[in-house]
């Protein structure tokens, strides 16, 4: 069975880099989404669907550089989907998250952290 233990130099690197992995496929699969999107709702060029097309492939290989098991890579990285679609909204399509937003989101980052960084008794074998 292959490790599924970080080999990393201290504790907070290991978290700076499993954050930034859960930003970087946030990044890839809301920008290749949203290029699709483009194209498909607002008559863009062919170059916006092969681009998206491209970025979201590209998503789904960047997970696969986490440290864990499938189900608990994807289940935090939905919830940091959601907050980060959130974000692409407001900087994007300039539309601020209203207090609903803010409070789901400040919800579902506490839970996807308890999922993803709680020590747990069979991450330690």
């Known amino acids: 069975m292959v490790e599924t233990k970080p ?14 992995l859960f930003i970087l496929a ?7 989404g949203y290029l699709m999107w483009l194209w498909l709702r607002e008559d863009r060029g062919l170059i916006f669907a092969f681009s998206g097309a491209i970025v979201l ?3 789904g290989i960047v997970p696969t550089f986490q440290r864990s098991y499938f ?12 907050v980060m679609s959130l974000l692409w909204g407001w900087i994007f ?7 609903h937003d803010l409070i789901g989101s400040l919800v579902i980052l506490i ?15």
Do not use: M, N, Q
């Not at 080999?7 to 930034?20: Q, V």
């Not at 399509?93 to 207090?99: E, G, L, R, S, Y």
């Not at 839970?111 to 074998?125: F, T």
């Open 7 to 20: 080999e990393c130099i201290s504790r907070k690197r290991c978290f700076t880099y499993t954050i930034f």
């Open 26 to 32: 946030g990044i890839f699969e809301i920008g290749g």
């Open 57 to 59: 492939f590209l998503y």
């Open 71 to 82: 189900h608990r890579i994807y289940a935090t990285y939905g919830g940091i989907f959601v």
């Open 93 to 99: 399509d300039k539309i601020p998250p209203d207090t």
């Open 111 to 125: 839970g996807v952290s308890i999922i993803y960084y709680w020590p747990r008794e069979d991450d330690s074998k």
